[in-house]
């Protein structure tokens, strides 16, 4: 399976009254198309950072970021945002609260006719199970309704990568629980490249196929769920020596 996305040795930092605060000082991913990556973290250990880099958010102070070995970001090239072919999912929704649900859906295919944009605005919304709520406003929705819609008008416009910043952290648990495995089910049928952010371990592993920690802007692992549980169910003394902090890290 060939690499969709590469991070190859990305450096992300802020200027501040006080000098530069390094991010990540040189970090490497790369994300096979067709999986889904997450990447796990604390508040503040700059994984929404990444992602923001990743949609041409945030600037590339040292290293490349490409797509189909495509170059998006580095110190000499920032492709923009909306020609990146990245959709992006956020934490609040950013559902638009004066259209309704078609509407906002369809936002991203304004170019598109008319007959076109509603035949995709009728597909992503039967495809999230909302095929009935095209007239609805998003206040008249269920927190996981409206993330639906979210991840309806994400996926409208065919993006070669989505990425998901904390998209469940709102929700309580049973439907964050619900809500990851339908995710994770609808990016499997439609095939799309995706990366998610949380800090919550049990989205990490409904959803991923690759699982990797953010500590002190370094990336601890990129390795795949099975994996991750044959080195939590080791006891540390006895794990190889490049797995320890595996097994260290996910029984925090």
């Known amino acids: 399976m060939s690499v969709l996305l590469e991070l190859d040795h990305v ?3 802020y200027d501040t009254p006080r000098g530069m605060r390094t991010v990540t ?3 490497n991913l790369q994300l096979e198309r067709g999986h889904i990556g997450c990447l796990l973290g604390a508040s503040g250990c700059g994984k929404s950072t990444v992602l923001r880099a990743i949609a041409g958010f945030e600037p590339v102070r040292q290293g490349r970021i490409l797509l189909e070995g495509k170059l998006l970001s580095s110190p000499q090239q920032q492709v923009e945002p909306e020609l990146r072919h990245v959709g992006m999912m956020f934490q609040d929704y ?3 609260p004066h259209m309704n ?5 369809g936002f ?3 170019r598109q006719d008319r007959a076109e944009r509603d035949r995709r605005v ?3 919304l039967e495809m999230v199970g909302l095929s009935k709520a095209g007239d609805s406003y998003p206040h008249e929705l269920s927190g996981g309704q409206q993330q639906r819609v979210a991840l309806a008008r994400a996926l409208a416009p065919s993006p070669e990568l989505l990425l998901l910043d904390e998209p469940f952290s709102n929700l309580d648990a049973d439907t964050r629980e619900h809500l990851a495995e339908e995710v994770r089910d609808i990016l499997r049928c439609t095939g799309h ?3 998610l952010v949380t800090h919550n371990q049990a989205e990490a592993f409904a959803i991923a196929d690759r699982i990797g920690s953010l500590s002190g802007g370094m990336l601890q692992y990129w390795e795949s769920p099975a994996t991750l549980r044959e080195n939590m169910c080791k006891p540390v003394a006895q794990a190889s020596h490049g ?3 595996i097994a260290q890290t996910l029984r925090l």
Do not use: Y
């Open 11 to 13: 450096c992300l930092a």
């Open 25 to 27: 000082p040189s970090l």
């Open 94 to 96: 950013a559902l638009f």
């Open 101 to 105: 649900v078609a509407r906002n859906v």
């Open 108 to 110: 991203g295919l304004r």
């Open 122 to 124: 009728a597909e992503m």
């Open 193 to 195: 490249t995706a990366i």
């Open 243 to 245: 797995r320890r902090h």
